[in-house]
């Protein structure tokens, strides 16, 4: 049974930083690329970061120079280091792998921006 647990997620004033990880099991954590979503209220969920098994990675635009996604294999861990963050930064933030044929979601974590 696949499951995907985030945490990190939280109220931060603008400019500061939070760190979201990912905690997996039932998967072979190292062979899969791990992604970052998130959800705004009112819009689509969007792409944020993905690091490859390899551990190259890509991030949207709106968060390149800012956020960093980075992977733990002996943990079976993904996180993501949120710098420099914005309003626009508020969603719920979610973490997804695509394994079998079937793509996986946590429950997701609140991330609130404000003053």
């Known amino acids: 049974q696949v499951q995907l647990v985030e945490s990190g997620g939280g109220l931060v004033q603008p400019g500061g930083s939070l760190r979201l990880s990912c905690a997996t099991s039932g998967i072979i954590f190292s062979i899969y690329a791990m992604n970052w979503y998130r959800q705004a209220p009112g819009k689509q969920r969007e792409l944020v970061a993905v690091i490859t098994s390899g551990g190259i990675t890509n991030y949207a635009d709106s968060v390149k120079g800012r956020f960093t996604i980075s992977r733990d294999n002996a943990e079976n861990t993904v996180f993501l280091q949120m710098n420099s963050l914005k309003f626009e930064d508020t969603a719920v933030y979610y973490c997804?792998?695509?394994?079998?044929?079937?793509?996986?979601w946590g429950q997701g974590t609140q991330v609130t921006v404000s003053s």
């Open positions: 997804y792998v695509y394994r079998g044929g079937t793509g996986y």
